[in-house]
């Protein structure tokens, strides 16, 4: 069975580590209501695609 010789550093175990952050959504504005969305998304608030109405995508309030 395979045992660590040294103790991994503070240091050494949190450069490993680096990398595993949560990085924020990407967000972009919508050319028709300027709301923020998703890209590659219909919008939330408007319910617009590439310029174009989607069905059922507009929330009715």
């Given amino acids: 069975m395979a045992v660590p010789k040294k103790k ?3 240091s050494r175990k949190n450069m490993r580590r680096a990398h595993d952050f ?3 959504p990407s967000l972009s504005v919508c050319p028709q209501c300027k709301a923020a969305k998703m ?4 919008c939330p608030s408007c319910g617009t695609y590439k310029g174009k109405e989607v069905a059922g995508a507009a929330k009715k309030a």
Avoid: I
């Fill in 39 to 42: 890209p590659h998304r219909a």
């Fill in 22 to 24: 949560l990085t924020p």
């Fill in 8 to 10: 991994t550093s503070k």
